[in-house]
T-cell receptor
Framework: GQQLNQSPQSMFIQEGEDVSMNCTSSSIFNTWLWYKQDPGEGPVLLIALYKAGELTSNGRLTAQFGITRKDSFLNISASIPSDVGIYFCAGRQDSGGGADGLTFGKGTHLIIQP | GAVVSQHPSRVICKSGTSVKIECRSLDFQATTMFWYRQFPKQSLMLMATSNEGSKATYEQGVEKDKFLINHASLTLSTLTVTSAHPEDSSFYIC?????????????FGDGTRLSIL
């Protein structure tokens, strides 16, 4: 099946630093989503992107939908301890008019050192 | 808004037992719900798409007779893992998209940790 290449796999940063992660795909996706998952819980939606080139912010988070529709990045500014967790990108094709399931990246594990 | 509830949150049972997991959209209607599986330290993999009033569609490699899906109402989908074995132990997560509005994002339940002894 399709896969999204998400990098980096893990990040060790100091509190207050900015964070950047990205996803690429060999296929076009018409919707890109970024989720955060805490241990033992389901993913929580952070940002949804629907249009190629779109740049969207949610507080300290900023995400962009690549112009080719094959990539997206997520930036977190001024990281804080509660940002710790696993971040997943997800793509959805939105083809054929029906609801499509998501294809997920492998996740970026964010660890913040005090 | 857009809350998805999943029950139970954890199941531990013997090999050969069938286990039913419920997924409910609490404040919206969902014609379509999705079931994912997540093994430890791995990503979420789509198992099947649950369609209200019709048969579920399964991803390649997922046995439909093993993972029975019923979506009898616009707010409830169930996944039954039949005759579960240790290799079925995993984190099962459902998601739902509101019926109204085009291109709505999926909202996830909190998952069910299934452990088969």
């Amino acid at each position: 099946g399709q896969q999204l290449n998400q990098s980096p796999q893990s990040m060790f940063i100091q509190e207050g630093e900015d964070v950047s992660m990205n996803c690429t795909s060999s296929s076009i996706f018409n919707t890109w989503l970024w989720y955060k998952q805490d241990p033992g819980e389901g993913p929580v939606l952070l940002i949804a992107l629907y249009k190629a080139g779109e740049l969207t912010s949610n507080g300290r988070l900023t995400a962009q939908f690549g112009i080719t529709r094959k990539d997206s990045f997520l930036n977190i500014s001024a990281s804080i301890p509660s940002d710790v967790g696993i971040y997943f990108c997800a793509g959805r094709q939105d083809s054929g008019g029906g609801a499509d399931g998501l294809t997920f990246g492998k996740g970026t594990h964010l660890i913040i050192q005090p | 808004g857009a809350v998805v509830s999943q029950h139970p949150s954890r199941v531990i049972c013997k090999s050969g037992t069938s286990v039913k997991i419920e997924c409910r959209s609490l404040d919206f209607q969902a014609t379509t719900m999705f079931w994912y599986r997540q093994f430890p330290k791995q990503s979420l993999m789509l198992m099947a798409t649950s369609n209200e009033g019709s048969k579920a569609t399964y991803e390649q490699g997922v046995e439909k007779d093993k993972f029975l899906i019923n979506h009898a109402s616009l707010t409830l989908s169930t996944l039954t893992v039949t005759s579960a074995h240790p290799e079925d132990s995993s984190f099962y997560i459902c998601s739902a998209t509101p019926t109204t509005g085009v291109g709505q994002p999926q909202h996830f339940g909190d998952g069910t940790r299934l452990s088969i002894l």
